[in-house]
């Protein structure tokens, strides 16, 4: 029994929560975006103690959702014309909040040999966030289908997975346009996406850090970045970008520590 007690103090135990980094890698304008926060219910007290609130089942999936909130206020209109390119407009004008100029560097349109559907345009936002990590985790970015809308989007977020121990890029918001008649409003501190984590561990619970980009893992992020111009399949690099990835990963930014500790029932 000693000797048992012995090889269980001495063997490195798995840890029971795995640690994910986030960080802004875009220094210009960063104030604008939100740190990432746990999804948060704002409800009443139960009135029966068998209410929905007290569900473990409930509240563990809640908890392992990740918000990250719109920068901007934007209000577009896409123009379709036969033999033309698409066009993407401002409709508040000088109303708006963003300048034209800066607006065209923040959005974009798909190419539309690169739509899924001919008929439903694809536009893009280049985000700074960039998760990363330095055992087995993968990134879910998914619609924020938690929160009520009361007034739906007129098409659908295009949702996305990746091992951010292998591949920390920074995320895209890439919407799908249904209906292109409607326009597209969105509002800033709305919930934009979520971010959830999967592990090998499926009962594993996940830390949410905050993240310095350290000289090493910049320069990883940049063997990483637009490879997508080149090849098709960029899975298939994994097993190279393991090679070639720095030992560490995720380093705590020292100023500010820990943020949104998420409460998932292990």
Not at 76 to 105: C, F, M, W, Y
Not at 148 to 160: D, N, Q, W
Request: with cysteine.
């Amino acid at each position: 029994m000693l000797g048992f007690l012995k090889s269980r103090l001495s063997t490195p135990q798995p840890r029971r929560v795995a640690e994910v980094g986030w960080a802004i890698a875009e220094a210009k304008a960063a104030l604008i975006w939100d740190d990432p926060e746990p999804f948060r219910r704002d409800l009443p007290k139960p009135a029966s103690a068998k209410s929905v609130q007290g569900c473990p089942a409930a509240i563990d999936f809640d908890a392992r959702h990740i918000v990250v909130r719109c920068p901007v206020d934007l209000n577009l209109r896409i123009r379709l014309e036969e033999g033309k390119p698409p066009a993407l407009e401002n409709a508040d004008g000088l109303r708006s909040t963003v300048r034209s100029r800066h607006l065209g560097q923040m959005v974009s349109v798909v190419s539309p040999a690169e739509w899924r559907h001919p008929k439903r345009p694809i536009i893009q936002i280049v985000t700074p966030y960039v998760f990363l990590a330095d055992e087995v985790v993968y990134l879910n970015q998914v619609p924020p289908y938690l929160d009520y809308t009361p007034e739906a989007l007129p098409g659908v977020l295009i949702s996305g997975r990746f091992p951010v121990h292998v591949w920390p890029r920074p995320l895209m918001w890439a919407f799908e346009w249904h209906d292109t008649s409607k326009n597209l409003v969105l509002r800033r501190g709305q919930p934009w996406f979520y971010v959830r984590f999967d592990t090998p561990d499926p009962s594993k619970a996940t830390r949410l850090v905050e993240a310095e980009i350290t000289p090493a893992v910049q320069r990883y992020i940049d063997e990483l970045s637009g490879v997508t111009n080149y090849v098709n399949r960029t899975y298939s690099l994994f097993e190279r970008a393991r090679r070639r990835r720095p030992e560490r990963l995720l380093v705590r930014r020292a100023a500010r520590g820990a943020v949104c500790p998420m409460a998932a029932q292990a």
